[in-house]
């Protein structure tokens, strides 16, 4: 298994321009999250989704949006990018009944200048 | 508002020299707490579930401990290799009671 996998690594940007941050799982979990971490401030959770179709807002869902079209894909796309979304994201998912026992993907570092 | 607070910010110990990090918490009919550790660049990694007061976890020189307000990681005769940032986190209110909230992180440094 290669558990959750994201791509790219590292992204530079430009201010106004846009991207999506692709996410695959091949666990069969069925919730998936996106999380972004900014330094010394923890894990801040974007959107999630408990299966395909099925998306709903985190904490901090703004300047973002996702969808969830199978089971194992959850790409985050970001419209218009400004500074404030330089951070890393982490893609994360979990089985049914260990909701809180997530699997994290190695992350992103997204860079808008 | 759930708050989750890890203190110290960043630790440093000597290989051998045993010590706690503390996560303390604010939420009220607490429903678990989590333990992760995270190596730099990589994403974080599943250590302990706890959800009683009273109740220990251990992994090898790991303890994790909860009371009713906050929770201990207890390092025992650290090595190199434990090297990490420790996240605590609780389940957070809001739809579907899945999401995380997650503390600051201690960076710990172990020094051979």
């Known amino acids: 298994n290669a558990g959750v996998t994201q791509t790219p690594k590292f992204r530079i940007l430009k201010i106004g321009q846009s991207m999506t941050l692709q996410c695959t799982q091949d666990m069969n979990h069925n919730y998936m999250y996106w999380y972004r971490q900014d330094p010394g401030m923890g894990l801040k959770l974007i959107y999630y989704s408990v299966g395909a179709g099925i998306t709903d807002k985190g904490e901090v869902p703004n300047g973002y949006n996702v969808s969830r079209s199978t089971t194992e894909d959850f790409p985050l796309r970001l419209e218009l990018a400004a500074p404030s979304q330089t951070s890393v994201y982490f893609c994360?998912?979990?089985?049914?009944?260990?909701?809180?026992?997530?699997?994290f993907g190695p992350g992103t570092r997204l860079t808008v200048t | 508002e759930d708050q989750v607070t890890q203190s110290p910010e960043a630790l440093r110990l000597q290989e051998g020299e045993s010590s706690s990090l503390n996560c303390s918490y604010t939420v009220s009919g607490l429903r678990g707490l989590f333990w992760y550790r995270q190596d730099p660049g990589k994403g974080p990694e599943f250590l302990f579930t706890l959800y009683s007061a009273g109740e220990e976890k251990e992994k090898e020189r790991l303890k994790a401990t909860l009371t009713k307000k906050e929770s201990f990681l207890h390092i025992t005769a650290p090595k190199p290799e434990d090297s990490a940032t420790y996240l605590c986190a609780v389940p957070a209110r809001g739809a579907g009671g899945n999401m995380l909230t997650f503390g600051g992180g201690t960076r710990l440094m172990v020094k051979p």
């Open positions: 994360a998912s979990s089985a049914p009944g260990q909701a809180y026992e997530q699997y």
